[in-house]
């Protein structure tokens, strides 16, 4: 699991955010079994409590469910995966909006510079904490 | 719940604690945070009555501590108790014949967590092995609450890392922890609440997540508006 936890944010919210990553890129299957809230808590070195609420949120989002005494599982509502995916790309372009407007940079050089280093840059995981 | 309320302790005329309040909840783990010398240890010793307050009150799930209290809440000093001579398992022994908390299965898993060797004498243990078998002398006992005192000071990375294991497994799990710390970077991310002290008084109390979550700001921001405003 490669997240790092900054300590600025929520931990919960950004265990949440870690988990629609996941979901969105498909590294976490619709219907897979995730960990147990401690072994999650023991392997992100983060208070129990913590993973719980987050867990406990995402059960709220509907993005995971939990039925009986059984592993929590990734939700296999294809709806609600689509929109996890759409809200991190908006989220992404908002904030690369936001950057590029705040030096003034002009929508068609934006684009312009976006179409030459698309490409590029294959990793994309860069930056994606 | 642990409830500290205006406890007063003065050594000769120097006053160490001046009306210090705070709440410690079961499930939480909670981080007296200070320099050296700021009254934590005089206040987790006040908790467990080995040294007398001027004024003040603690509670322990609504009672005042008392004999029985013993059983179900312990204090995990900085350095261990033990003669140098005895091995490990005779510590264990010793402990088991002191409090009918002691659960001998308990102390066995965590002797492999920790991966040490019963027949090990006190005496030639490493520092952070030192450490790890006091931790594993309180940890072993079934009781509601844990007070540890600066169990990461002074030891190496990754037996640090081994112990704040402990924190996220089920040998923690559901009990209420105090612990004191004057290098918070470790466990950042482990504790539900802080309590900033300074001088004797509690300059702030707060949940860790909330600071977060309402101001945008980690622990080490708040100690920084705190002690250097």
């Not at chain 2, 909330?210 to 700001?217: D, F, I, S």
């Amino acid at each position: 699991m490669n997240i790092k936890i900054n300590s600025r944010d929520p931990v919960y919210i950004q265990v949440i955010q870690y988990f629609k990553e996941q979901i969105a890129t498909g590294v976490l299957e619709p219907g897979q079994e995730i960990s147990s809230r401690r072994e999650l808590a023991n392997k992100l070195k983060i208070n129990p409590n913590t993973a719980q609420r987050a867990y406990k949120e995402m059960e709220e989002q509907g993005l995971i469910f939990t039925e009986g005494n059984l592993p929590s599982r990734i939700t296999k509502n294809e709806v609600i995966i689509k929109q996890v995916r759409e809200e991190l790309i908006l989220e992404a372009v908002n904030t690369f909006i936001a950057s590029v407007q705040s030096i003034n940079v002009p929508l068609e050089e934006a684009i312009g510079l976006i179409k030459k280093n698309y490409e590029k840059n294959p990793g994309g995981q860069e930056g994606n904490q | 719940m642990i409830e500290v309320k205006d406890i007063t302790k003065k050594f000769g005329r120097k006053k160490v604690l001046d009306g210090v309040s705070f709440t410690a909840n079961k499930g939480e783990i909670t981080c007296l945070i200070g320099i050296n010398g700021v009254g934590k240890t005089t206040i987790l010793n006040a908790i467990m009555n080995l040294t007398p307050t001027n004024s003040g009150e603690i509670l322990i799930d609504g009672e005042k501590i008392h004999r029985e209290t013993y059983e179900k809440i312990t204090f995990i000093p900085d350095a261990i108790t033990m003669l140098p001579q005895m091995r490990i398992t005779d510590a264990m022994q010793f402990m088991k014949d002191f409090y009918h908390s002691w659960n001998q299965n308990r102390a066995d898993e965590l002797i492999s967590f920790f991966k040490l060797d019963p027949n090990d004498r006190i005496s030639s243990l490493s520092k952070g092995n030192t450490a790890k078998v006091n931790m594993l002398l309180g940890l072993a006992l079934d009781v509601d609450y844990l007070l540890m005192d600066e169990p990461f000071s002074g030891i190496d990375i990754f037996s640090r890392e081994q112990i704040a294991d402990v924190f996220t497994s089920h040998l923690v799990e559901g009990r209420g922890v105090i612990i004191t710390t004057h290098e918070i970077s470790d466990i950042e991310h482990l504790i539900d609440k802080a309590v900033l002290l300074n001088d004797g008084v509690v300059l702030r109390e707060f949940n860790a997540e909330e600071v977060r979550e309402n101001e945008g700001k980690s622990i080490i921001d708040v100690m920084r508006e705190v002690y250097q405003a």
